[in-house]
């Protein structure tokens, strides 16, 4: 299956060493702390909807990227919230 790399994102992030099994990059997602400027942490959540959902991994990825980047209100701080948001508002 094709996955959204480092290279693929358009912004700059931070990029932090995580372990292999961390639940912050790893597993199903759930309410582990999602920080929307760890690279990382972003691709994560990328990958785990394209994986899931998408035909066209990029401009899915894309699109999850920027709506994640310039929509995602500053109150949504997990893993499984963030999901949920990337759902409810995609067609927006």
Do not use: C
């Amino acid at each position: 299956m094709e996955t959204f790399t480092k290279d693929d994102l358009v912004y700059e992030y931070k990029w932090s060493h995580y372990e292999k099994d961390d639940p912050k990059i790893s597993g199903i997602p759930d309410t582990s702390t999602f920080n929307r400027k760890e690279g990382w942490q972003t691709l994560y959540i990328i990958n785990h909807l394209t994986n899931h959902l998408a035909w066209d991994v990029n401009s899915f990825g894309e699109k999850i990227e920027k709506m994640i980047h310039d929509q995602l209100p500053e109150e949504i701080s997990n893993q499984k919230d963030t999901i949920q948001w990337i759902k409810e508002n995609w067609a927006n």
